[in-house]
């Protein structure tokens, strides 16, 4: 059974739309973590959370907002989607290290 | 500036041969080190994890990494690749700030071909 699990598996948009992308983690963990990976750039953090709190974000576009509605989950609602934008996003969990990766949302921006 | 290098971008060898794939890091401080496979289209699978003490590491399926503090490096190893191991494989970084280790910082990745 996947402990990690990101819903959509692909996601397609057009610029300028907005898309909430999923992430439950059924491993108990208390912190949660996204990560985008893109053809033009390697695997790049974007925000950490702890038990529902936001403890670090290297995203400097405020386009980008993580929710958290239960420890579990942390979604990522991305506004005024911009082609730029495509990549693989991938959620992560950890109980201290090492970090626990889902198998990620492919978005594509048209 | 934190950073991590993966210096080869691809690696090509033969089923049973060894292979190294090498990740170098700076930074002056704590850090945590390890190293991840993605398989094509798939997620990113934990391999392995360095932190303190024996700076050799076991991981799965065979694979093992060598601390280097002298070099700056996080090397990972396997004496005998399978096809199955062909992959990208990425070394991961987390440097110690404000206390906590909280993001990881990614290798660009090496591409690794086993030919059968």
């Known amino acids: 059974d996947p402990k990690i699990i990101q819903k959509p598996k692909y996601l397609v948009a057009v610029t300028g739309s907005e898309k909430i992308l999923i992430c439950e983690q059924y491993?108990?963990?208390?912190?949660m973590y996204w990560y985008r990976q893109s053809a033009k750039k390697p695997l790049e953090f974007m925000f950490s959370y702890s038990y529902q709190k936001l403890m670090d974000n290297q995203t400097a576009s405020s386009r980008f907002q993580p929710q958290s509605s239960k420890k579990n989950h942390l979604d990522l609602q991305i506004t005024a989607l911009k082609p730029d934008d495509s990549a693989t996003y991938f959620c992560?969990?950890?109980?201290?290290?090492?970090?626990?990766f889902g198998p990620g949302t492919r978005l594509t921006v048209l | 500036t934190q950073t991590v290098s993966q210096s080869d971008a691809h690696v090509t060898v033969f089923e049973g041969d060894s292979v190294e794939l090498r990740c170098n890091y700076s930074y002056g401080g704590s850090i945590y080190l390890s190293w991840y496979i993605q398989h094509h289209g798939r997620g990113l699978q934990f391999l392995l994890k360095y932190y303190s003490g024996n700076p050799v590491v076991q991981g799965v399926n065979g694979f093992k990494a060598e601390f280097s503090k002298s070099d700056s490096s996080f090397h990972l190893r396997k004496a005998s690749v399978h096809w199955s191991d062909s992959a990208v494989y990425f070394c991961a970084v987390s440097f110690m700030l404000s206390g906590s280790f909280n993001k990881l910082t990614f290798g660009a990745g090496t591409r690794l071909a086993v030919c059968p």
């Open positions: 491993l108990g963990h208390n912190a």
């Open positions: 992560a969990s950890s109980a201290g290290r090492p970090q626990y």
